[in-house]
Each structure stands twice: as structure tokens, then as C-alpha cells.
């Protein structure tokens, strides 16, 4: 009977031992996620925003547009056939987020998941640009501060504002910060006057990987910004 108590003891130090090392590792995920979601965001050199693009005739796949941009080859994933056909043989405006350059190659190699729009100067405000509303609420209370992101295109991706709106989070409100993890959750939705509402988690972190993370882009969607406006909410 002794020896079987003491098995027991044994067996719940091991359970609470296990317990133990995975919130260890856990948390120690979060913290790097959190990390590298701040560096997509915050850092431009990853930002690819270019106009007027030509494609290159070489398509490796029915899902995969290639172009040369500032000397960098550029391949944009996008989610099916039917929408690569609509950016085939037309210049289009880029505006992504490409995942960091870890792999050392000599050549420099960058993939996207949408942020195609077809380049046309009608889509441009020539002198004005339009502002978006953006309507934020920090732990339940809305702020009163007036805030906005703002382009000159009246037709872009919903990745554009989403990465707009997230530098403007960072910067203000330091949504990623490791040093006491203030927020956790909180969501940007995209309120569409005339169509489906377009929400992001500000907390996706995938796979833990870069290309992961950008991967909530790869259906290329995208909204008229006068008949838009955005909701954050961070907790």
C-alpha cells in the first residue's frame, strides 16, 4: 500500500511536471509569434507597393503570377485559377507584405498572397486622397480619438487597409509589445456599405512560419474605400 502511494505521488509530480513545461512552451510560441507578427507589420522593407506592373509570361502554376519588382522576383499566390485570370497579361498595382528573405540566396526571391488590383488612373485620386474611419475599442470602451488610414485608390485590396490600419495600431498603441502583452485578441473588420463585411485576426498567428501568417491574403478581396469604413476591437 505504501509502495502504491508513493507510485501515485510519482506519477502526479510527472503529470504536473508536463503541465508545467507545456505552458513553458506555450508561452514561449506566443511570445515569438507575437514577434514576428510586429515585424511583418512594422518593418517597410518587407512592404512590396508598386504600380503599373507587368507580368512575366512565365506562370509556374494556375494559382501563381510571377513579376520582377525593384530587381526582385516576385511571385504572388492567389487563391484559384479564376482569379489569376482576371491580373493574366494586364500591368497591376502590388501592395503585400512579403515574408522576410531567411534562406540566404543569392537571388533575391519574394513571395506575396494577393494585394493585386488591375492598374487603371481612374481608380486615382489625382489630388485628394480618401480617408477611412475607423471606428476602435480598447477592453470594451470606444475611443473618442478621431482616426483614419487613407489611400489615393478608390478601389483597393482589403489587405492594404488591414496593413494600414495594423502599422497605425502598432505605432499608437503598441498592439504586439512582448513587454507586458497589454492585448491579446482583437479583430479588423472591414464594414462594407454594399456587400460581406471582411474581418482579420489580429492574433492569427498560422503555423507559427511568416508565409503563414500571410496566407489570410490569398483570396486577393477588395472594397471601394468611400463605401467603407473599419472596426477594431482589442482586448
Known sequence: MKYNRKLVIFILWLSLLAVMLEAKHSSADTTL????????????????????????????????LKYKVDGKDLSVFLLNEWTTEQFKNKEVDIYA?????????????????????????????????????????????????HLTVSTKKRIVTAQEIDIKVRKLLISQYDIYSNSDQKYSKGSV???????????????????G????????????????VDQCHVDVVIN
Not at 481608380?123 to 477611412?132: F, G, L, R
Open 33 to 64: 509569434n507575437r514577434h514576428n507578427l510586429e515585424t511583418l507589420y512594422k518593418q517597410d522593407s518587407l512592404l512590396i507597393n508598386k504600380e503599373s506592373v507587368k507580368h512575366s509570361t512565365d506562370v509556374v502554376t494556375t494559382h501563381m
Open 97 to 145: 507584405l512579403s515574408a522576410p528573405d531567411i534562406c540566404g540566396c543569392s537571388t533575391k526571391r519574394y513571395n506575396v498572397y494577393g494585394g493585386l488590383t488591375v492598374a487603371n488612373k481612374e481608380n486615382v485620386q489625382s489630388k485628394e486622397e480618401y480617408h477611412i474611419p475607423i471606428n476602435l475599442w480598447i477592453k470594451g470602451k470606444q475611443e473618442t480619438k
Open 189 to 207: 473588420t472591414l464594414d462594407v456599405n454594399s456587400g460581406k463585411d471582411i474581418t482579420y485576426d489580429l492574433y492569427y498567428f498560422g503555423n
Open 209 to 224: 512560419e511568416f508565409d503563414s501568417m500571410l496566407k489570410i491574403y490569398i483570396n486577393n478581396e477588395t472594397v471601394t
